[in-house]
């Protein structure tokens, strides 16, 4: 029966040598189909070292492969054929030693039909002749592999444990055949490195979209520009803050956030970023475009092209003008507290001189001491600003009812009818409460000693109206002793309540009457609400 050839040739099955002929051209057709259809490294590889095993009759092949290092390159052994990897395991890599200098320099071939006999056999340091449970090899055959650059990618090496195993066409197939496999192993590298540079990208895409996806979900404004100030980036955080689409701002000016008194600012940031300084917590003030200003932080830092140029700048604006006016209320509030205070004194220290003068015993500067502080202290309380459940702070001040319904707290009954208020309500400003509380209760002291309130069955009644921008307060006593001009005129009281009176614009009139006094002031309305 006749063979045919991977060429399409007939072949005589009558010769041994026809026969040997076909065996090692199917070997050389399966190592090029290999070769020109893989790319699989590791595949080539194998094949290539299986087929030259075959090819030279070799009863061992392996294919080392070369890995550079700093005390020189040494050799790993990458595929085997005829024998277990356990046979090469328990040594260490083969290293470039006199006999296979050649080879693995890329040099040349190394063939020996008997290596025991070569001068150059077991002179390596620290091993003398053969290392014990070597693989028996006398013959060898050594081939480099060597790209298409130059460089040697490792070598075939085949071996026989009997000598003059390999001829020079043996030597001429593995030559052909290290050939073929260094283009091979070219063409794998390449798809490696493509496969390697196309992850990369995919990773770089990834880690762009994520960056991206982060930029444009930020409540910042992240913008970038160039160095003479156009806009060429704009994220969702901008138009937030800004005002501006994107389209209406990339490949505007810069200018167009910045108000015309700070524009030297940016040219003196562009000088630091080009020198590629980073400029972190700049605090300023920027225009939203519907021309309001905001107060804002910013972040620059410079931006470089692929060879390290500052090519622009990058900006993060952060929003901080609510954090700006809680500072400025802050700062508002303590400065009051702080005046208030001092007022405090002031007033606490005229008080004690005033009933210091007035009084003629200890107890009694003592007893009239206690009583105007104890008003000084609610009316003081009443010019807090009060807080709402999230910490913000209401306008201080207290209305004209919310302070009498104060004072006249102590004086009241159980069915709280002794102390009637009527009329119209009215705000009080913060800075009129104290005065007010101490003049009302300069006339709640007296109706409480001399008046409605110092008998069991008197009555108050205070009315309130607000006419021609002027708050008009009516004191009615009812039910007390007979009323009649005090006679201790000039005391600490009418002092205090001239004092009191000149301080807001007060008008006090006094109707004495035989069913009580009655008092009628006129304030200023507006100047009660300041």
Same mark, same amino acid.
């Given at each position: 029966?006749?063979?045919?050839?991977?060429?399409?040739?007939?072949?005589?099955?009558?010769?041994?040598?026809?026969?040997?002929?076909?065996?090692?051209?199917? %070997?050389?057709?399966?190592?090029?189909?290999?070769?020109?259809?893989?790319?699989?490294?590791?595949?080539?590889?194998?094949?290539?070292?299986?087929?030259?095993?075959?090819?030279?009759?070799?009863?061992?092949?392996?294919?080392?492969?070369?890995?550079?290092?700093?005390?020189?390159?040494?050799?790993?052994?990458?595929?085997?054929?005829?024998?277990?990897?356990?046979?090469?395991?328990?040594?260490?890599?083969?290293?470039?030693?006199?006999?296979?200098?050649?080879?693995?320099?890329?040099?040349?071939?190394?063939?020996?039909?008997?290596?025991?006999?070569?001068?150059?056999?077991?002179?390596?340091?620290?091993?003398?002749?053969?290392?014990?449970?070597?693989?028996?090899?006398?013959?060898?055959?050594?081939?480099?592999?060597?790209?298409?650059?130059?460089?040697?990618?490792?070598?075939?090496?085949?071996?026989?444990?009997?000598?003059?195993?390999?001829?020079?066409?043996?030597?001429?197939?593995?030559?052909?055949?290290?050939?073929?496999?260094?283009?091979?192993?070219?063409?794998?590298?390449?798809?490696?490195?493509?496969?390697?540079?196309?992850?990369?990208?995919?990773?770089?895409?990834?880690?762009?979209?994520?960056?991206?996806?982060?930029?444009?979900?930020?409540?910042?404004?992240?913008?970038?520009?160039?160095?003479?100030?156009?806009? %060429?980036?704009?994220?969702?955080?901008?138009?937030?803050?800004?005002?501006?689409?994107?389209?209406?701002?990339?490949?505007?000016?810069?200018?167009?956030?910045?108000?015309?008194?700070?524009?030297?600012?940016?040219?003196?940031?562009?000088?630091?970023?080009?020198?590629?300084?980073?400029?972190?917590?700049?605090?300023?003030?920027?225009?939203?475009?519907?021309?309001?200003?905001?107060?804002?932080?910013?972040?620059?830092?410079?931006?470089?092209?692929?060879?390290?140029?500052?090519?622009?700048?990058?900006?993060?604006?952060?929003?901080? %003008?609510?954090?700006?006016?809680?500072?400025?209320?802050?700062?508002?509030?303590?400065?009051?507290?702080?005046?208030?205070?001092?007022?405090?004194?002031?007033?606490?220290?005229?008080?004690?001189?005033?009933?210091?003068?007035?009084?003629?015993?200890?107890?009694?500067?003592?007893?009239?001491?206690?009583?105007?502080?104890?008003?000084?202290?609610?009316?003081?309380?009443?010019?807090?600003?009060?807080?709402?459940?999230?910490?913000?702070?209401?306008?201080?001040?207290?209305?004209?009812?919310?302070?009498?319904?104060?004072?006249?707290?102590?004086?009241?009954?159980?069915?709280?009818?002794?102390?009637?208020?009527?009329?119209?309500?009215?705000?009080?400003?913060?800075?009129?409460?104290?005065?007010?509380?101490?003049?009302?209760?300069?006339?709640?002291?007296?109706?409480?000693?001399?008046?409605?309130?110092?008998?069991?069955?008197?009555?108050?009644?205070?009315?309130?109206?607000?006419?021609?921008?002027?708050?008009?307060?009516?004191?009615?006593?009812?039910?007390?002793?007979?009323?009649?001009?005090?006679?201790?005129?000039?005391?600490?009281?009418?002092?205090?309540?001239?004092?009191?009176?000149?301080?807001?614009?007060?008008?006090?009139?006094?109707?004495?009457?035989?069913?009580?006094?009655?008092?009628?002031? %006129?304030?200023?309305?507006?100047?009660?609400?300041?």
């Amino acid at each position: 029966m006749d063979e045919t050839s991977p060429t399409g040739m007939e072949l005589q099955p009558e010769s041994v040598a026809s026969r040997l002929d076909v065996r090692l051209l199917r %070997t050389l057709y399966a190592i090029t189909k290999a070769i020109s259809s893989d790319l699989d490294l590791d595949r080539i590889v194998q094949v290539v070292t299986d087929g030259a095993t075959e090819l030279t009759g070799a009863k061992y092949g392996a294919f080392f492969y070369n890995i550079p290092g700093v005390e020189g390159p040494h050799f790993s052994l990458y595929t085997l054929s005829g024998a277990p990897r356990s046979a090469f395991e328990r040594f260490g890599l083969p290293r470039k030693t006199a006999v296979f200098a050649p080879t693995f320099d890329g040099v040349g071939v190394v063939r020996s039909d008997d290596i025991r006999q070569d001068p150059r056999y077991a002179r390596n340091e620290p091993l003398q002749g053969m290392p014990p449970g070597h693989l028996p090899v006398v013959s060898y055959l050594a081939v480099p592999v060597i790209s298409r650059t130059g460089e040697v990618h490792g070598g075939l090496l085949f071996g026989h444990d009997l000598p003059g195993m390999f001829s020079d066409e043996h030597e001429e197939l593995v030559q052909a055949v290290a050939s073929h496999a260094a283009i091979a192993i070219d063409n794998a590298r390449l798809l490696r490195a493509s496969q390697a540079e196309a992850e990369l990208r995919r990773k770089s895409h990834e880690s762009a979209a994520l960056l991206a996806a982060i930029v444009e979900s930020s409540e910042d404004a992240i913008i970038s520009k160039t160095l003479a100030g156009t806009i %060429t980036s704009w994220n969702r955080g901008a138009q937030h803050i800004f005002g501006y689409r994107s389209e209406e701002a990339i490949g505007k000016p810069i200018t167009i956030l910045i108000p015309e008194d700070r524009l030297e600012e940016e040219k003196t940031i562009l000088a630091r970023v080009g020198q590629g300084e980073h400029v972190l917590h700049f605090e300023t003030v920027r225009l939203r475009k519907d021309g309001a200003s905001i107060d804002i932080s910013l972040a620059i830092s410079p931006i470089r092209g692929n060879d390290g140029t500052i090519i622009g700048a990058s900006k993060v604006a952060r929003d901080i %003008t609510e954090r700006k006016r809680a500072a400025e209320r802050q700062g508002l509030l303590l400065r009051e507290m702080n005046h208030r205070i001092k007022n405090l004194f002031a007033l606490t220290g005229g008080l004690v001189s005033l009933a210091a003068r007035s009084a003629e015993t200890p107890t009694d500067l003592a007893r009239s001491l206690k009583e105007r502080l104890t008003a000084l202290a609610r009316a003081h309380e009443m010019t807090l600003p009060p807080m709402q459940s999230d910490g913000t702070l209401l306008e201080a001040g207290t209305t004209i009812f919310t302070l009498l319904n104060a004072l006249v707290a102590p004086y009241q009954n159980s069915n709280r009818d002794r102390v009637c208020l009527a009329g119209t309500d009215m705000r009080i400003g913060a800075g009129k409460v104290t005065n007010l509380a101490l003049l009302l209760h300069e006339f709640m002291t007296n109706a409480a000693k001399y008046g409605c309130l110092s008998t069991p069955n008197g009555q108050l009644q205070v009315d309130c109206q607000v006419e021609d921008e002027e708050l008009r307060l009516e004191w009615v006593e009812i039910g007390g002793p007979p009323a009649h001009a005090a006679e201790n005129v000039g005391g600490f009281g009418s002092r205090l309540e001239e004092t009191l009176k000149r301080g807001m614009n007060a008008i006090i009139e006094r109707d004495w009457r035989a069913s009580g006094l009655i008092i009628r002031m %006129t304030l200023p309305a507006r100047q009660l609400q300041e």
